[in-house]
């Protein structure tokens, strides 16, 4: 079964990525591809990416009749935000938190598990709506 | 140029997906992944089940807490994500105006960290 | 403040202790360990409010029972279905009720409720929640956590399992002689799977660190207290007082781990081993040897150290082979090849860890840690940092993983 597992971090924990100490550095960076190959090792990598900063973000925002509205910044204003995502395939939730609780960052974080859409079921969905 | 799109639903929006306006609701998405295949952009993805399947855990100095739900708290929840490979952030923001509409989405663009070595 | 902390924990201790009886008196005259609790719940989170400020009352029980009174008549009132099961619960009420106010000392039965919440009939992995739910009163979202389940999936084990209690007639009573032996056996597992609750560390050679440490050595006690002549009582206390002995050596003042060898031991608590000692001399004189009797022991060869200045790892090693004899586990044969590797040499304990099958160990950090340092020392680089990479890669606490970042770049 796919799970993802959304990676919050904070602000601290943004800022290990170019820490100015080398040593704090290179230990965030050097976490994240062990993590990923005990992922592979174990058959439970599906697929993830590490997002940038959230400055680097824009959002779309509908207006009522009028087009989307184009923001600089993210979506939500919260102290923890989205650093990066790994969808796994586990038997079940109990795996999945397991693999949740060895996500190297930094303390502060919040790991949020949460089961993907069934494939078939949203693929049956969809082709009931085709023409 | 990777990038991702998250798509932020409303309480609504979640509920469309088991009613009578589900078909209409995944028809849509799924189209706009064709879209994004014949454009020879995308890259993967995933859709979300509902919020409340969520646990979340909240890792502290040595301690953790592990919570029913998702996070953040807030009524908007992210109900799936789109990863795209574009020329610049201007083809990922026309990627992202294409995205279906459904009343309350909102769609946040982001570039993924590039490989490391 | 220490001493305000200090009080607060025995007042908790109290509530705990008057909350755990009360259950354990209510649910085997009713089976019904639901229902009990329910009956319970308000008069309980009243005494964690109320004694702190007011102090623990001369019959504890007798304020819990009046405190519970208004939701045991509720009940009552509401209960049309399950009319029986209610007559039961007041009467049993009543009872408890009267002997709180008359007898001097309210009646312990929590060593049957700690036999029934490891019964052989009850989902393993339910008997260390249920018995930290029942006896000591914890909340499913503590336990959850500790346990790293999510917490309605805790809450749906804990309530099945009071279902089938309740539905399957599981008795209150003792277990028989002849069946003693094994159901200690299981009680004692879910205490030191409190004990241990979700932390891995270093080749298994010391303790797991928060967790649920204090409750599990609140239940240890409990169980001494009632069941003092079986030697693998008291040896359990033993082995989790040793290691709870090391905990403030475990981090150095800035925050960063630091593995038992490098301790040091003057950080150690000294009261808590002398405490230990003592559990685990009254145990081995029972000349009835057991798992925990040989765990115990080699903690105590580690706490040796602070007398002596070294370790004996040729009786660490001795010990270890004899664990695995006894209770074979990955994290009994880890620990075993780290101290052959210290006393024999980095070689033998390589050869001695590749006796444990691969496919045991593919999620156990602690394998991994321990291949990478054993690689490093004989001088196989590639593959030591491999190892090192797989287990940072499975490592679930911020501190241990920056350790073995250090040890990567180091060896």
Redesign the interface.
Known sequence: MNYTLLIYENAAGFALRDHPDESKRRAYWSAWPAYVQALRAAGALVDGAGLEPPHTAVTLRPRDGAPQQVQDGPFADTKEQLGGYFIIDVPDLDAALEWAARVPAAPGSVIEVRPNLKPAAAEAAAAGAQP | M?F?I?S?ETPDNFAARSDQR?????????RYIDEMRRAGVFV?G????L?Q????????????????G???D?K?Q?G??F?IDVAD?AAA?AW??RCP?E???????????PP?T | MIAEAATRAAVERAARESYGRLLAFLAARTHDLAAAEDALADAFQAALEHWPRDGVPTKPEAWLMTAAKRRLLDRARHAQVHAQATAALAQAAAEAQARANADPVFPDERLKLLFLCAHPAIDAHARTPLMLQTVLGLDAARIASAFLVAPATMGQRLSRAKTKIRDAGIGFDMPLAAELPARLAAVLEAIYAAYGSGWDDVAGADAKRRGLAAEAIELGRVLGALLPQEPEVPALLALMLYCESRRAARRDAAGAYVPLSEQNVADWSHSLIDEADHLLRLALARRRPGRFQLEAAIQSVHAARRLSGHTDWHAVALLYAALRQLAPTIGAATAHAAAVAEAYGAEAGWTQLQTIPAAAVAQYQPYWALAGHLLARLGRRAEANAAYARAIGLCEDAAMRELLQRRRMAD
């Open positions: 990777k991702a998250l932020y589900r078909d209409a609701l995944f028809g849509a998405v799924f993967g995933a859709g979300l089940d919020p399947t969520a646990t979340t855990i909240r890792l502290e100095e040595g301690v953790r807490r592990v919570q029913d998702p996070y953040p807030t908007e992210l799936g994500l990863v952030e923001i992202a105006r509409r009343p309350g989405r909102v769609i946040e663009v982001r570039p993924l960290l490391r």
